[in-house]
């Protein structure tokens, strides 16, 4: 792949309407979400969301969420059933991607939904993201905007590290406020838990008054591979003990930690540190890395599940 020259474009006016001037045309820009920063394209052209797969490295049979200003411009492109209204009206612009039934003539590329008839959609928060899909008027599909198989970017930093000369630009809008991909439900029939995020499912299941149906064998979210979110080192979890060799990353009122997600114990907090400290695991060149415990409760899930897949074999 040829390298091109990436722009760090402001997140005022100008910065904005040069996103939407590039993704019209063709382009991929990353700009920040309140979870993590995406790497965008106009979801309705083949050769603009080819790019992403190709920009990334990513799996061609992995589904991109699509990503809309409101819930109007949702009913454009999916089906919402009662459940599906209830979830977008409590939390959108928010942290949860709702999968719903694809409409038959949306104009939405295959390539975003992998040949699935159904569509993950999300209205995100944040300035930055809402202003350049007003600005570009388009369905923006979107995947977090880092490699294949690396830590997800925070910051436009991150982006930069990692997908410099691969995209066009990056609208550096700051750190995303909270730091995990969202919570994933899927909306076709029961509301079922398709990846636990930044929307804790306890509050989802507050919402619908009762509990999430649970994913069966199959990989209803294909994105969910195994190993995932992986920095460099081997990564050790529920570590109540620092081995020789290894870097801490702490949870809580740790002593000996390298790095702490939360010296306070707040899983917010840590979830929204959670993605820095891995790159910064990475910057220390850290070979062996063992994590603290962290309770499975509000966003401890999401924490847990990134940590898991860092974790996992590879
Ligand atoms: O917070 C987020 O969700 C971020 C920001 C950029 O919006 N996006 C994100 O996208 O995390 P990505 O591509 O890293 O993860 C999308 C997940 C994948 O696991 C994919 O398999 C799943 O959504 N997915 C997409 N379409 C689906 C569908 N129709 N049915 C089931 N799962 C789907
Ligand atoms: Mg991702």
Redesign the pocket.
């Known amino acids: 792949m040829n390298s091109i020259n990436t722009r760090v474009l402001s997140p005022h006016s100008e910065g904005i309407s040069e996103a939407a001037r590039i993704l019209a045309g063709g382009g991929l820009v990353s700009f920040p ?1 309140e ?5 965008f394209a106009n979801a309705t052209d083949d050769t603009a969301v080819a790019r992403i797969y190709e920009a990334k490295g990513r799996p061609a049979f ?4 699509v ?1 809309v200003p409101d819930i109007e411009a949702a009913k454009k492109y999916v089906e919402l059933n009662d459940d599906a209204e209830r979830l977008a009206a409590a939390f959108w612009p928010g ?1 949860i ?1 709702l ?1 719903l039934p ?1 409409k038959a003539d949306a104009g939405i590329s295959k390539l ?3 040949g ?1 008839s ?3 959609v ?1 209205v ?1 928060h944040g300035d930055a993201a809402q202003a350049v899909l007003r600005e570009s008027g388009l369905p923006l599909s ?4 880092n490699p294949s198989g690396r830590v ?1 970017p925070t910051s436009a930093q991150h982006v930069i590290s990692g997908l410099s000369g691969r995209i066009e630009a990056v609208v550096d809008g700051g750190t995303c406020a909270v730091g ?3 919570t ?1 439900i ?1 909306c076709v029939g029961e509301p079922t838990l ?2 636990a ?2 929307t804790p499912v306890e509050v989802i299941e507050d919402c619908l008054g009762r509990k999430l149906g649970v994913a069966g064998e199959a ?6 591979l195994a190993s995932h979110y992986a920095p460099q080192g081997a990564v050790r979890l529920n570590a109540t003990d620092k081995r020789d060799g290894e870097t801490l990353l702490g949870f809580g009122e740790v002593v000996d930690a390298d790095l702490n997600l939360s010296p306070s114990g707040d899983p917010v907090e840590a979830a929204a540190n959670l993605f820095a400290c891995l790159h910064q695991l990475d910057a220390m060149n850290a070979q062996n890395i063992a994590v603290s415990p962290i309770p499975e409760m509000g966003l401890g899930q999401a924490i847990n599940d990134r940590l898991r897949r860092a974790a996992a074999p590879r």
């Not at 979870?35 to 790497?39: A, D, E, K, N, R």
């Not at 992995?62 to 969420?65: G, H, T």
């Not at 990989?219 to 969910?224: E, F, H, L, R, T």
């Open positions: 979400t979870t993590v920063y995406g790497l992995n589904p991109l969420i990503h942290a991607t999968v694809l975003v939904t992998a699935l159904t569509l993950a999300r995100p979107g995947p977090s905007a997800s995990v991909e969202s994933i899927g398709l990846r995020g930044g990989i209803v979210a294909p994105g969910q």
